[in-house]
């Protein structure tokens, strides 16, 4: 981790300083495990209690909060975007190893930039293309005519079909599946029959996708991500979806096909999506809930139904099956009502 002084810190990413400009911080902690060289914040209320206790060495804080806090002090108005940015410049990531693991297999057609670094057991297709400082981690296989664009990084284990395309600066975690193909059948009588899946997978400079997560490719047109668009580990885009840029995805959401995502959306974990769906932009959706219909109007949205104690959904459950007799009687005794006013 790189070592740096608050001073630096506050100059750096344009914070306000409350204290000690000269010292030093040598790492990152929650507010409750941190040490006097290590450097904390506060974003969520519920950890305000733990603030007055803290050992951090520093704490980045709102400006409604550095009162209370105990010692050195820097100040943001986001404390958790400015974490992001300090986190990212003291543990920076890698940087590419230019050159090629022995056991690595590359096409003779492939085009390859020197500054690249390709791991072992790496295999690459033909006429496949590799970006400068591209990091392509152990075991990734590239079929024929993939292109990966500059300073990306898979990082182990990751697919991408043939003529799949990343641009810049995407972030690929362990098993990732790119370009496979997409769950496309035809019944036929009594059997199905494959439909050729012919599109591509398209991402956009930005982009990280979590591990595990399948991006199927089209069926005729191309399954595309936009820019700075993240995904969670495990997550299911089928073929010829479209998600628009910055929307973010957890875990274990799956999306089904030619369903189109808008921009700046939040979708929460275990949601399913059907298909043919249009979804517009700053759309957030709340975790496991099922859409089966366009969204068209901005604003949040979910279905899911949250715990509650065994026996009390239980009873809930009894009642659920009671509501169609319920609601015959209700019905019933309008009828009767009304016939009784004529």
Same mark, same amino acid.
């Given at each position: 981790?790189?070592?740096?002084?608050?001073?630096?810190?506050?100059?750096?990413?344009?914070?306000?300083?409350?204290?000690?400009?000269?010292?030093?911080?040598?790492?990152?902690?929650? *507010?409750?495990?941190?040490?006097?060289?290590?450097?904390?914040?506060?974003?969520?209320?519920?950890?305000?209690?733990? *603030?007055?206790?803290?050992?951090?060495?520093?704490?980045?804080?709102?400006?409604?909060?550095?009162?209370?806090?105990?010692?050195?002090?820097?100040?943001?108005?986001?404390?958790?975007?400015?974490?992001?940015?300090?986190?990212?410049?003291?543990?920076?990531?890698?940087?590419?190893?230019?050159?090629?693991?022995?056991?690595?297999?590359?096409?003779?057609?492939a085009s390859v930039?020197?500054?690249?670094?390709?791991?072992?057991?790496?295999?690459?297709?033909?006429?496949?293309?590799?970006?400068?400082?591209?990091?392509?981690?152990?075991?990734? !296989?590239?079929?024929?005519?993939?292109?990966?664009?500059?300073?990306?990084?898979?990082?182990?284990?990751?697919?991408?079909?043939?003529?799949c395309r990343l641009?810049?600066?995407?972030?690929?975690?362990?098993?990732?599946?790119?370009?496979?193909?997409?769950?496309?059948?035809?019944?036929?009588?009594?059997?199905?029959?494959?439909?050729?899946?012919?599109?591509?997978?398209?991402?956009?400079?930005?982009?990280?996708?979590?591990?595990?997560?399948?991006?199927?490719?089209?069926?005729?047109?191309?399954?595309? *991500?936009?820019?700075?668009?993240?995904?969670?580990?495990?997550?299911?885009?089928?073929?010829?979806?479209?998600?628009?840029?910055?929307?973010?995805?957890?875990?274990?959401?799956?999306?089904?096909?030619?369903?189109?995502?808008?921009?700046?959306?939040?979708?929460?974990?275990?949601?399913?999506?059907?298909?043919?769906?249009?979804?517009?932009?700053?759309?957030?959706?709340?975790?496991?809930?099922?859409?089966?219909?366009s969204i068209t109007?901005?604003?949040?949205?979910?279905?899911?139904?949250?715990?509650?104690?065994?026996?009390?959904?239980?009873? !809930?459950? !009894?009642?659920?099956?009671?509501?169609?007799?319920?609601?015959?009687?209700?019905?019933?005794?309008?009828?009767?009502?009304?016939?009784?006013?004529?």
């Amino acid at each position: 981790m790189t070592h740096r002084t608050l001073g630096e810190l506050a100059e750096r990413f344009e914070l306000e300083l409350r204290g000690d400009a000269a010292h030093r911080i040598r790492g990152l902690a929650t *507010l409750a495990a941190a040490g006097p060289e290590d450097l904390a914040f506060l974003a969520n209320p519920a950890y305000i209690g733990q *603030l007055a206790d803290t050992r951090a060495g520093a704490v980045i804080v709102a400006a409604d909060q550095a009162e209370r806090c105990p010692g050195n002090a820097l100040i943001s108005r986001d404390p958790y975007v400015a974490w992001a940015h300090i986190a990212a410049h003291l543990n920076p990531a890698p940087a590419a190893t230019p050159g090629r693991h022995p056991s690595a297999v590359v096409a003779d057609s492939a085009s390859v930039d020197p500054s690249a670094s390709i791991g072992a057991q790496v295999s690459i297709g033909e006429h496949c293309r590799i970006g400068p400082r591209a990091i392509i981690g152990p075991g990734c !296989v590239l079929e024929d005519d993939a292109e990966i664009g500059a300073d990306c990084r898979l990082v182990a284990q990751v697919f991408i079909g043939r003529e799949c395309r990343l641009d810049e600066r995407v972030l690929i975690h362990p098993g990732v599946v790119i370009g496979a193909d997409g769950f496309g059948l035809a019944f036929e009588r009594d059997h199905w029959i494959k439909v050729p899946q012919m599109g591509r997978v398209r991402i956009g400079a930005d982009c990280e996708i979590g591990a595990n997560t399948t991006i199927d490719r089209g069926a005729i047109e191309d399954t595309v *991500l936009e820019e700075d668009v993240r995904l969670d580990n495990q997550v299911q885009i089928a073929h010829n979806v479209r998600i628009g840029a910055h929307t973010a995805i957890a875990g274990c959401t799956g999306i089904a096909g030619s369903t189109s995502v808008g921009r700046y959306c939040m979708i929460a974990g275990a949601c399913g999506i059907a298909g043919h769906l249009q979804i517009t932009d700053k759309v957030v959706i709340t975790a496991m809930s099922t859409v089966l219909e366009s969204i068209t109007e901005p604003g949040q949205y979910g279905s899911g139904i949250p715990a509650r104690p065994q026996r009390q959904w239980q009873r !809930v459950l !009894v009642r659920l099956g009671q509501l169609d007799g319920w609601f015959r009687r209700l019905r019933s005794a309008e009828k009767s009502i009304d016939g009784q006013g004529r």
